[in-house]
């Protein structure tokens, strides 16, 4: 399979607020995002562990923001609307730290 080159440039947005970033699934949108910020910290709620971790108590994720972290990854948020309210309370006590949240639409359960 080859690869597309993204034509897509975050940075520049990040600079002046968060953003979301959706499409359909399978699209490429947390491939591109993994390549464009290595190292930053992501959260996936595909990842069931981190879904019902976040479920449970959605203000880890805030408690779990170093001091030095400015960008924070959140895949798949349509799963866990609730993490938006934590983003607001971060980016209202530190208006420097930046999300990116991606989201796809909704699967539907086949009968």
Known sequence: ???IQRLLDLTGALRAKSLFLFGPRQVGKTTYLRQAFPGVRQYNLLDSAVFR????????????????????????VQRLPELLNEAQIVIDRNPEVRFVFTGSSARKASA
Do not use: G, N, Q, T
Not at 57 to 63: F, T, Y
């Open 53 to 76: 971790e976040f479920s449970a108590r959605p203000e880890l994720m805030r408690e779990r923001l170093r001091p030095d972290e400015k960008l924070v990854l959140i895949d798949e």
């Open 1 to 3: 399979m080859s690869e």
